[in-house]
């Protein structure tokens, strides 16, 4: 059996991209599925290199009783994560045109809107801009129980 390796972008990589890291791991975990899947987060600028998930990010983690490694810290795709990834799922459109700097193109379609897998053609607002990370956390779960659900 393969392993599906996902990797989740964000801007920054402390708000979204660590939920979708985190959530989908416990999704997995919460089937007995983790075995299946190598799950990953990165963002697509370099302003929080380094830095961990945002305390707000970790609070509403937290609040929903969804686990998550104390010790992440934000770091930027790669042009090898295109070959490493079997899935890039970005949260909003702005990150695609950042990503396209760094992965010009996408020969295997792996790239793919977070909101897409809802069947609904939008993006994953930000809350480091909305401050309203409950939003961010409904979409999140929303989107990956049906990732989940179209891999699998």
Not at 97 to 109: A, F, G, K, M, V
Not at 131 to 147: K, Q, V, W, Y
């Amino acid at each position: 059996m393969s392993i599906t390796r996902i990797l989740f972008i964000c801007h920054g990589n402390i708000c979204r991209s660590p939920m979708a890291e985190f959530i989908f791991k416990d999704l997995l975990r919460s089937r007995g599925l983790e075995g299946r899947f190598y799950i990953e987060s990165a963002a697509v600028s370099t302003e929080e290199i380094g830095n961990s998930i945002y305390p707000p990010a970790k609070r509403c983690l937290n609040a929903h009783g969804i686990p998550y490694d104390k010790n992440k810290t934000a770091r930027q795709i790669t042009r090898a994560d295109y070959d490493r990834f079997d899935l890039i799922i970005y949260m909003d459109r702005m990150n695609l045109r950042w990503l396209r700097h760094i992965i010009p193109d996408d020969p295997q379609n792996k790239v793919k809107l977070m909101m897409s897998y809802t069947g609904r053609d939008r993006d994953v607002a930000d809350p480091w801009y909305t401050g309203d990370f409950e939003t961010t956390f409904r979409d999140i779960m929303e989107a990956s129980r049906m990732l989940l659900k179209d891999i699998i």
